[in-house]
């Protein structure tokens, strides 16, 4: 984890990595190349939480312009322009 502190992940972006990494030994003890005592102490680790730690914070993430939706809408195909309108009435 503190390598990828160090490399400037997010603490959401690090929790998911420790999650690929968990669901990738648990994988390795369904087929028996992986003890079942590393993965009981690899369930153990926490995730980070958002504040607590060294790991940076994402910006947040702003919405689209509407100009730049109205300029996209013409190119999309037409149901995937009808969900983005859907989308924009319900806001």
Known sequence: ???MVKEGLSH????????R???MFK???SRQVVRTTV???LR???????GRSDACEPA????????????TLPHLP?????????QRLLG
Do not use: C, H, Y
């Open 21 to 23: 990494i968990k669901r």
């Open 60 to 71: 947040p993430i702003l919405p689209v312009e509407e100009a730049t939706v109205e300029q």
């Open 27 to 29: 994988w390795g003890v």
């Open 78 to 86: 037409r149901v995937i322009a009808d969900m983005v309108r859907l």
């Open 1 to 3: 984890m503190q390598r």
């Open 12 to 19: 959401r972006m690090i929790n998911q990595n420790i999650g």
């Open 44 to 50: 153990s680790v926490e995730g980070l939480s958002s």
């Open 39 to 41: 993965f009981d102490a």
